[in-house]
C-alpha cells in the first residue's frame, strides 16, 4: 500500500499563490490515481481535482478550474496541486487521495490519505 503526505499549505493573503505536494511511499503513485479535496470548518469534505492513473487526464472543480494545476513528478513520488489567485474561501485542510482504478470526484472511492495541510487564506 501507499503512505501519503502533504505539505506546502500556510498563511497566504487573498490573490497569492501556494503550491502543495503530496510525497508518496511504499508504492509508485504512477499506478494511482491522485485526487485533492479540501475540508473546510463545519463543512463535507470536496473535491477539488485528480489526475487519472496514465497522468493524460484531470479533473477540476469548479470553484478552483482555471486557478488550479494538478501535476505530478513520478521521479520523486510526488504529486502537486499548484493553487493561484486563492480567495478566503479556499481556506481548509486540503488532502491527498490515491485509489486504485480510475479518477473520481467522490471522497469515499478513494483508497488511501494523507493526513492534511492547513491552508489559510487571509482578505
Known amino acids: 500500500q501507499v503512505q501519503l503526505v502533504e505539505s506546502g499549505g500556510g498563511l497566504v493573503q487573498a490573490g497569492g499563490s501556494l503550491r502543495l505536494s503530496c510525497a508518496a511511499s511504499g508504492r509508485t503513485i504512477s499506478i494511482y490515481a491522485m485526487g485533492w479535496f479540501r475540508q473546510a470548518p463545519g463543512k463535507e469534505r470536496e473535491f477539488v481535482a485528480a489526475m487519472s492513473r496514465s497522468g493524460s487526464n484531470t479533473y477540476y472543480a469548479d470553484s478552483v478550474k482555471g486557478r488550479s494545476t494538478i501535476s505530478r513528478d513520478n521521479d520523486k513520488n510526488t504529486e502537486y496541486l499548484q493553487m493561484n489567485s486563492l480567495k478566503p474561501e479556499d481556506t481548509a485542510v486540503y488532502y491527498c487521495?490515491?485509489?486504485?482504478?480510475?479518477?473520481?470526484?467522490?471522497?469515499?472511492?478513494?483508497?488511501?490519505w494523507g493526513r492534511g495541510t492547513q491552508v489559510t487564506v487571509s482578505s
Open positions: 487521495a490515491a485509489r486504485v482504478a480510475e479518477a473520481r470526484v467522490i471522497p469515499r472511492d478513494y483508497d488511501y
